[in-house]
């Protein structure tokens, strides 16, 4: 069975920068075809914030564009995301998601995000 332990949540001021990491336990994050974030605000659904596939094809929100970076860490074994100039609008909990196939797709546990203005 695969874990995905998530870290680097927390209350950040608005303008910051923060950096969450996905550590993968049982798998390679490497070899996983899709690594992504999520996000779901108190009242909202799930979104996607940003994707990266093994070819290195990257996919975003329209919210986050210009201010993040996904990557993969192959000598950690993480996911990690990067996201800049925070806003109060990024308040949520942030979800790591790997997939490595259709039945082999896991979540991390959540890690929670707060931007004070």
């Known amino acids: 069975q695969v874990q995905l332990v998530e870290s680097g949540g927390g209350l950040v001021q608005a303008g910051g920068s923060l950096t969450l990491s996905c550590a993968a336990v049982g798998a390679r994050i490497a070899s996983a075809a899709v690594v992504a974030w999520y996000r779901q605000a108190p009242g909202k659904q799930r979104e996607l914030v940003a994707s990266l596939t093994r070819g290195g094809e990257m996919n975003s929100a329209d919210s986050v564009n210009g201010r993040l970076a996904i990557s993969r860490d192959a000598a950690q074994n993480a996911m990690l995301l990067q996201i800049d100039s925070l806003k109060p609008e990024d308040t949520a909990v942030y979800y790591c998601?790997?997939?490595?196939?259709?039945?082999?797709?896991?979540w991390g546990q959540g890690t929670q995000v707060t931007v004070s203005s």
């Open positions: 998601n790997a997939k490595w196939s259709a039945e082999f797709d896991f």
